[in-house]
């Protein structure tokens, strides 16, 4: 038996110096967990010791002192050595009184620090997230332990931040932007987001949209990232870390004022080099290859001289994903290159017709139809190469259908994916679009579960296991029947492969809700240039104006139901963690609420202006749609506690505050009033 800690002393914690950083940094967060699980006076020794008893020992079978150590010891670790990211936790010695925390690598011993601060401390791996923290013990004693995992399907299991709007403005603190701030003040947000996902043995980030990395303070995103040990990549529009907008600011700085590759390749290679030699600086990058226009676009859309043929657009964008791939290796000789490339929209119809070519050792990752959070049928039918590596690009949120202010993707539909993915073998690389993280978190999590072992956890016992966590209750019954109805409260658009294919979510609300503001005003009704067509797949005005009345009005009444439930389930939680569930559970559906409401009062709206313009009934609409955002607006504030105050000071993409003055001026008089 080991006292990790009890009334008179505190095991130390012991490792070689020459651990990799972030072998040291992992170390600390483990400090940091004793602490607050009841430690007194934690004591780290970067020494091996020569007497191992009552002491916790932590080390990399790659670090050649470390292993050597061992061996003096006698310990073996057979089922760890030379494997991909495994750990041993082990109690050892005569009397079981030293505890080992050993990995195959750097990300294997940091799985160990961090599955023992969860499993034996009781860390909450979301608790930056959560605020959810331990139960402090008086002390701590171990019986014989002897725990081994690793990955079981994904190497690389990573997350994408995208469309980051509340993340920059709550990493401003209040304060407004001053100058460029694109990210000027995301370290601190960064920092939150890496050990979370450190602790949910991701070893992957994609830390925002559109870095620029000879900017010096979105160079330290790239820092913070791989300082850590986990590997970093880039947006898939931003092929080897130039966004098409860094490229037309460059070359518009010299002279050139429509800039393509299909005219100016060699233009395009000289910034595409000068930023390899840039991001080649740093370890465990994956270098993202690809060609794609502004605004992630196709590139024929925007830029001229492009070829029509399909066959001709292919090969141009293999050109270029080919000199992105020699480019790479000739800036990192004699070192491993990992390049991934992402089909996104247009590039998985190339791939599937064959029109596509990549180097054999790139990692080729299909995307998700994001509406739907579902694979298209070219998933399905596209067949694979021999020898080659896949993966998937996935969201739990997305901009601008949704879910962005809300969780939304039901872990039923995010277990069959998953399941469906590992069967084809594309479980070489999983990257996760989160957008801000923390309406997320639910999904986030099942989805790192999945990663590790696909057979971890059924949806149902997943959510038994997330409310008796998270709510630290006994009977998680009652609240896992709230989780379950919660997202089949969202109308449902689609259902053909599986309940809950296209459900009606937060950015589509805002959509529909634009459109149908623009019939208010008096403009034709047409088909909107975005990804989901679906979305506005109607003959005219009036069928669009009854279907969204009908979902709208149908999903109101069953959020309304639910937050009845939700409101009375408040009483079997724990009073510490009735504010996470407040702001996880009911003010989005509160939000569900009053954006469907909105939808609802500006369909009857905008069917009044088609049809017997009844002045005071429409007056009466407006006021309704008013009504429904102002209250939106007022539930969400009981989400701002604690750290999280300023959480919605950037809400620039739903942009709540700007739709209901849009809203508010469709009332009589309005114009005039100014």
């Given at each position: 038996m080991i006292t990790v800690w009890d009334k008179d002393k505190t095991a130390g914690l012991y490792y070689d110096g020459e651990e990799n950083i972030c072998i040291r940094m992992a170390i600390q967060d483990l400090e940091k967990d004793l602490a607050r699980a009841g430690a007194q006076n934690v004591r780290t020794v970067d020494l091996l010791p020569?007497?191992?008893?009552?002491?916790?020992?932590?080390?990399?079978?790659?670090?050649?002192?470390?292993?050597?150590?061992?061996?003096?010891?006698?310990?073996?670790?057979?089922?760890?050595?030379?494997?991909?990211?495994?750990?041993?936790?082990?109690?050892?010695?005569?009397?079981?009184?030293?505890?080992?925390?050993?990995?195959?690598?750097?990300?294997?011993?940091?799985?160990?620090?961090?599955?023992?601060?969860?499993?034996?401390?009781?860390?909450?791996?979301?608790?930056?997230?959560?605020?959810?923290?331990?139960?402090r013990l008086d002390s701590l004693l171990l019986e014989k332990i002897n725990i081994t995992d690793g990955p079981e399907h994904f190497r690389f299991r990573g997350w994408f931040i995208n469309d980051e709007d509340l993340i920059k403005g709550f990493g401003r603190g209040g304060k407004l932007p001053d100058g460029y701030d694109f990210h000027g003040e995301y370290a601190r947000m960064l920092e939150m987001l890496v050990e979370t996902g450190l602790r949910l043995k991701q070893n992957l980030l994609i830390p925002c949209s559109h870095?620029?990395?000879?900017?010096?303070?979105?160079?330290?995103?790239?820092?913070?990232?791989?300082?850590?040990?986990?590997?970093?990549?880039?947006?898939?529009?931003?092929?080897?870390?130039?966004?098409?907008?860094?490229?037309?600011r460059y070359w518009k700085e010299r002279g050139i004022t429509d800039i393509n590759y299909y005219t100016y390749r060699e233009e395009y290679e000289q910034l595409w080099r000068e930023y390899v030699r840039r991001w080649s600086r740093y370890q465990n990058v994956i270098w993202q290859l690809g060609l794609r226009g502004r605004g992630d676009r196709p590139v024929w859309y925007q830029e001229n001289g492009v070829p029509d043929s399909m066959e001709e657009r292919g090969k141009l964008i293999s050109d270029a994903i080919r000199r992105q791939y020699e480019i790479v290796k000739e800036e990192n000789p004699g070192r491993e290159v990992l390049c991934s490339s992402t089909l996104w929209m247009?590039?998985?119809?190339?791939?599937?017709?064959?029109?596509?070519?990549?180097?054999?050792?790139?990692?080729?990752?299909?995307?998700?139809?994001?509406?739907?959070?579902?694979?298209?049928?070219?998933?399905?039918?596209?067949?694979?190469?021999?020898?080659?590596?896949?993966?998937?690009?996935?969201?739990?949120?997305?901009?601008?259908?949704?879910?962005?202010?809300?969780?939304?993707?039901?872990?039923?539909?995010?277990d069959y994916v998953y399941r469906n993915v590992v069967s084809r073998g594309d479980s070489d690389y999983s990257v996760l679009n989160v957008a801000n993280f923390r309406e997320h978190v639910y999904n986030i999590r099942y989805v790192a579960e999945l990663t590790w072992n696909v057979e971890c956890y059924?949806?149902?016992?997943?959510?038994?296991?997330?409310?008796?966590?998270?709510?630290?209750?006994?009977?998680?019954?009652?609240?896992?029947?709230?989780?379950?109805?919660?997202?089949?409260?969202?109308?449902?658009?689609?259902?053909?492969?599986?309940s809950g294919q296209m459900l009606f979510m937060d950015g589509m609300t805002r959509r529909v809700a634009v459109k149908l503001m623009e019939l208010i005003q008096g403009k034709p009704f047409t088909q909107a240039d975005i990804q989901n067509?679906?979305?506005?797949?109607?003959?005219?005005?009036?069928?669009?104006?009854?279907?969204?009345?009908?979902?709208?009005?149908?999903?109101?009444?069953?959020?309304?139901?639910?937050?009845?439930?939700?409101?009375?389930?408040?009483?079997?939680?724990?009073?510490?963690?009735?504010q996470f569930y407040i702001s996880h559970m009911?003010?989005?559906?509160?939000?569900?609420?009053?954006?469907?409401?909105?939808?609802?009062?500006?369909?009857?709206?905008a069917e009044?202006?088609?049809?017997?313009?009844?002045?005071?009934?429409?007056?009466?609409?407006?006021?309704?749609?008013?009504?429904?955002?102002?209250?939106?607006?007022?539930?969400?504030?009981k989400a701002l506690t604690g750290k999280w105050e300023h959480w919605y000071d950037n809400d620039a993409l739903m942009n709540l505050e700007e739709m209901l003055m849009t809203t508010e001026h469709l009332r009589p008089g309005a114009a005039e009033r100014g």
């Open positions: 020569t007497d191992p008893g009552g002491k916790l020992l932590i080390g990399t079978l790659k670090n050649r002192r470390f292993a050597e150590y061992l061996e003096r010891m006698g310990v073996s670790v057979p089922e760890v050595e030379g494997s991909w990211e495994h750990y041993a936790i082990r109690t050892t010695g005569a009397e079981d009184d030293t505890l080992l925390i050993v990995g195959s690598d750097n990300c294997g011993t940091m799985w160990g620090i961090y599955t023992f601060s969860e499993k034996f401390l009781g860390t909450d791996p979301l608790y930056l997230f959560t605020d959810h923290f331990p139960k870095l620029d990395i000879c900017r010096p303070e979105e160079e330290e995103l790239v820092r913070i990232v791989t300082r850590r040990g986990m590997y970093i990549s880039m947006h898939h529009q931003e092929p080897v870390g130039v966004h098409q907008f860094t490229m037309d247009e590039g998985m119809e190339l791939y599937g017709k064959g029109l596509l070519a990549f180097p054999e050792d790139v990692i080729v990752v299909f995307a998700d139809y994001a509406p739907e959070q579902m694979p298209g049928q070219d998933y399905f039918d596209t067949p694979r190469e021999a020898g080659r590596h896949y993966g998937l690009y996935y969201h739990v949120a997305f901009w601008g259908c949704g879910p962005h202010l809300v969780q939304g993707n039901p872990p039923e539909k995010i059924h949806p149902d016992t997943y959510c038994e296991e997330w409310c008796r966590q998270e709510f630290q209750t006994k009977n998680p019954a009652r609240l896992q029947d709230i989780y379950r109805e919660y997202y089949q409260c969202f109308y449902e658009m689609s259902g053909e492969k599986i067509r679906r979305l506005f797949d109607f003959q005219n005005a009036e069928d669009f104006i009854a279907y969204y009345r009908h979902a709208s009005e149908e999903g109101s009444r069953r959020f309304g139901k639910l937050h009845e439930k939700a409101v009375m389930a408040l009483c079997t939680i724990t009073e510490e963690r009735r009911i003010v989005q559906i509160e939000i569900m609420m009053g954006l469907y409401d909105w939808v609802l009062a500006l369909s009857y709206a009044d202006r088609l049809g017997e313009r009844s002045e005071k009934k429409y007056e009466s609409f407006i006021d309704a749609a008013v009504r429904a955002l102002s209250r939106l607006c007022i539930d969400r504030q």
